[in-house]
């Protein structure tokens, strides 16, 4: 009967596995909600507001306009975290998109969508 024996090989050290808690928003999720002609001027706020808020609703943008959605930590997740910096940016362009020049003030010098969104 043959004994049991120890094997000296190395073992392979397993690698920490990644998990990335942002997913990077698809260009065309906005190209095709890009058909609006009713930019934010002095006087159409309600109707305006009705339509980007449908507009952020339908390209999953809702939650980075509220703060819902909240930067990763970048030691955690990189790839998360280089994601949300894209989307954000991306809500910014789409809320930037839909003011005329003379609202755009509003949303001068704003770090991130929420805070654009919140001084509109």
């Known amino acids: 009967m043959s004994t049991p024996t120890m094997s000296t090989a190395p073992t392979q ?11 990077c928003i698809k260009l065309k ?15 159409n706020w309600q109707s305006w507001h009705d339509d980007i808020t449908l507009t952020f609703r339908v390209c999953s ?4 306009v509220n703060g819902t959605i ?5 030691n955690s997740d990189a790839i998360g975290t280089n994601n949300w910096k894209y989307n954000d940016m991306y809500t910014k362009k789409v809320i930037h998109d839909c003011l005329s020049a003379g609202q755009k003030y509003h949303t001068l010098n704003c770090e991130t969508a929420k805070e654009m ?4």
């Open 70 to 74: 909240q930067c990763p930590d970048p």
């Open 61 to 64: 943008l809702d939650n980075y």
């Open 13 to 23: 050290q397993s690698q920490p596995m990644t998990t990335i808690t942002i997913e």
């Open 117 to 120: 969104w919140t001084n509109l």
């Open 29 to 43: 999720d906005w190209l095709g909600e890009h058909k609006t002609y009713n930019l934010l001027v002095d006087d």
